[in-house]
């Protein structure tokens, strides 16, 4: 349950993430916005549930899950690269690189676990 739950925080942080990047009109320092508020709310509740998440399946990382996570953790980074190619002129990259530089952080750092945590475990 706390796979999902971290998983579908990503997906809200990312998403809000992308949408701020490539809003049109930048916002002006300092001002107060409902996706400002919802996103730092989100990021505080990602970068805990990833401790947590840690913290709970460190032990039952195996080679398996390093493996596994390995083979995932391939993918998104060709994805992103593409996309910010496509996009360049359209994004706010003082926004986007340090977004996905924390998020990406969080995420690798925990998946080993949460995989760990989402397999059933092997018997034998």
Same mark, same amino acid.
């Given at each position: 349950?706390?796979?999902?739950?971290?998983?579908?925080?990503?997906?809200?942080?990312?998403?809000?993430?992308?949408?701020?990047?490539?809003?049109?009109?930048?916002?002006?320092?300092?001002?107060?916005?409902?996706?400002?508020?919802?996103?730092?709310?989100?990021?505080?509740?990602?970068?805990?549930?990833?401790?947590?998440?840690?913290?709970?399946?460190g032990? =039952?990382?195996?080679?398996? !899950?390093? &493996?596994?996570?390995?083979?995932?953790?391939?993918? #998104?980074? %060709? $994805?992103? +690269?593409?996309?910010?190619?496509?996009?360049q002129?359209?994004?706010?990259?003082?926004? =986007?690189?340090?977004?996905? !530089?924390? &998020?990406?952080?969080?995420?690798?750092?925990?998946? #080993?676990? %949460? $995989?760990? +945590?989402?397999?059933?475990?092997?018997?034998?």
């Open positions: 349950m706390v796979v999902l739950l971290e998983a579908g925080l990503l997906v809200i942080s990312v998403t809000l993430l992308l949408i701020a990047s490539t809003t049109p009109v930048p916002f002006k320092p300092g001002q107060l916005t409902w996706q400002g508020v919802v996103d730092v709310a989100t990021a505080f509740a990602v970068v805990i549930t990833g401790i947590g998440v840690t913290l709970k399946a032990a =039952l990382v195996d080679h398996e !899950a390093r &493996r596994l996570s390995y083979g995932i953790a391939t993918v #998104p980074p %060709a $994805l992103l +690269l593409l996309g910010m190619w496509l996009f002129d359209r994004l706010r990259w003082n926004v =986007l690189l340090p977004g996905l !530089a924390w &998020r990406s952080y969080v995420l690798l750092f925990s998946l #080993p676990a %949460a $995989l760990a +945590l989402w397999r059933p475990p092997r018997k034998g």
